[in-house]
């Protein structure tokens, strides 16, 4: 049997991990400023994570939602504490397009409506409704174009307005910041306009949250600083430092009943011990503030560098727009500076490390950038 082939693949296998560094089985050593797409939140190998882990697995590794799990409530609470958002109740899931396809069922059930607001360059996941309210057809098969999803420009509140006249919009889906679009930042001001729009005209407002939250903006979630209440909030990468895991903050307004939403993986035991590991190292070592500081200070002096034709982002979720293809930078990154990078599309170079990097590191890459850069 072989691999389904569906995954350019760097010519790098790492073998071993620690904080922002990963080492390949030749033995080389790279500064990670990719963080396994953002999943990566609080450093690779974390030791206070894997004691946690580990003590979970000797005890009891998974079993259904069927019975009681006080580590679920537990994580729950953790989470109102540490992201503000006490008010809120937690569904617990396995990935972000299973969070945003939870959101978006839920916003149809709540208003008996089907069709849904994304936006341009948005992406959603790759499942049924969720790739359906993402703005890339390659990846949308027939039977995904079944639901009704209509694309608008980020930051027009008067298209929304417009088409949400017409009464029959179930669900707002917008990202805190969006990611493969290249990191576009949505405005305060078109944030709060989407809040006021949603409620007047009965709709719900999903805030997908999936790469920009977990404190990746320099705030728990990167809606927060428009000072806004979304219906439903979904997570998913930083969650759980690479264990898969998931999650839907819902809004009081909206009423449980038993077997409206359900799913066999979400929330075990392994997964919630690796989630609460998460909340606790980032409380205790500040990173969400860590990001804040030190994604000032990269995007400051990465504005600096001649060459890149724009800088945007915020914390550190960073997006390095050139003129040009940057897969020549990203491969010399990686092979003659032993740095890793993401990519959107193919001019933007997105850093998404993980939220314990340092100043230090920041300079290190600034300079390695720079002699890439220049040569």
Not at 5 to 10: A, E, S
Not at 56 to 64: A, D, E, K, P, V
Not at 238 to 264: D, R, V
Request: proline letters at 3%; glycine letters at 10%; a neutral charge.
């Amino acid at each position: 049997m072989k691999l389904f082939d569906v995954y350019p693949l760097m010519n790098v296998t790492p073998q071993k991990a620690e904080d922002c560094y990963v080492w390949d089985d030749q033995g080389n050593k790279y500064l990670d400023l990719y963080g396994g797409h953002a999943v990566i939140s609080i450093g690779h190998s974390h030791p206070h994570y894997i004691r946690q882990i580990t003590r979970q697995l000797n005890n009891i590794g998974f079993y259904s939602n069927s019975v009681q799990n006080p580590l679920q409530l537990k994580l729950a609470n953790k989470l109102g504490e540490v992201s503000g958002m006490t008010d809120y109740d937690l569904f617990l899931c396995n990935s972000g397009a299973e969070a945003n396809e939870n959101a978006l069922k839920l916003a149809s059930f709540h208003t008996g409506k089907k069709r849904v607001i994304a936006f341009k360059k948005a992406f959603h996941g790759r499942t049924s409704a969720a790739v359906a309210a993402t703005d890339n057809p390659s990846i949308q098969a027939e039977i995904n174009k079944g639901h009704e999803v209509t694309f608008l420009n980020l930051n027009d509140s008067a298209s929304v307005e417009n088409e949400l006249k017409k009464g029959d919009v179930c669900a707002v889906i917008v990202e805190g910041i969006q990611g493969i679009g290249g990191i576009k930042i949505p405005e305060n001001s078109f944030l709060q306009d989407l809040e006021k729009l949603c409620r007047q005209y009965a709709c719900v407002l999903i805030l997908d949250e999936i790469q920009s939250g977990y404190g990746r903006s320099g705030s728990f979630f990167a809606f927060q600083d428009a000072g806004i209440k979304p219906h439903l909030i979904t997570m998913a990468k930083g969650m759980g430092n690479g264990f898969p895991i998931g999650g839907l903050l819902i809004s009081p307004e909206f009423k449980p009943s038993h077997g409206l939403l359900g799913t066999t993986f979400g929330g075990n035991y392994l997964a919630c011990a690796a989630a609460l590991a998460v909340l606790e190292v980032i409380e205790e070592q500040r990173l969400v503030e860590n990001a804040r500081q030190t994604g000032r200070f990269l995007i400051e002096e990465l504005n600096q560098i001649a060459g890149i034709e724009e800088v945007r982002g915020r914390g550190l979720m960073i997006g390095l727009q050139f003129d040009h293809s940057v897969a020549d930078i990203r491969r010399r990154l990686v092979t003659e500076k032993k740095i890793f990078t993401g990519v959107s599309s193919t001019n933007i170079i997105r850093l998404l490390p993980p939220l314990t990097m340092t100043i230090p590191m920041a300079q290190h890459f600034i300079g390695s950038l720079k002699e890439v850069l220049q040569t």
